[in-house]
Nanobody
């Protein structure tokens, strides 16, 4: 089994910064893409940023220039550094890891998605 755990959420004033962490553990051969999503009440979960194992990144337009995603492959961990936070960034942030649980699955490029439990980020004055 694979576990994904997020941490680092909290309450911050507009213009402030937070750093989220996502740690994956368990039966992991390697991890393909790691990504951060967010969700607000009544809305669908949306992709915020993603990073491949080789370091290629993708961001939604609303966070470009403010958020930075990174990862440590040796620790199976991803980070989301959030700066110049806005009230509209308030959401529950979820980490998703596309995991290869065996060499065979890796060679077949068949990853399995695992989600964390989410961490609340509240931006408010």
């Amino acid at each position: 089994q694979v576990q994904v755990v997020e941490s680092g959420g909290g309450l911050v004033h507009p213009g402030g910064s937070l750093r989220l962490s996502c740690a994956a553990s368990g039966s992991i051969w390697s991890i393909n893409v790691m990504a951060w999503y967010r969700q607000t009440p009544g809305n669908e979960r949306e992709l915020v940023a993603s990073i491949t194992s080789s370091g290629s990144t993708h961001y939604i337009d609303s966070v470009k220039g403010r958020f930075t995603i990174s990862r440590d492959n040796g620790k199976n961990t991803a980070y989301l550094q959030m700066a110049r936070l806005k009230t509209e960034d308030t959401a529950v942030y979820y980490c998703n890891a596309d995991v290869y649980v065996s060499r065979q699955r890796f060679e077949a490029r068949r990853g399995d998605p695992y989600w964390g439990q989410g961490t609340q980020v509240t931006v408010s004055s």
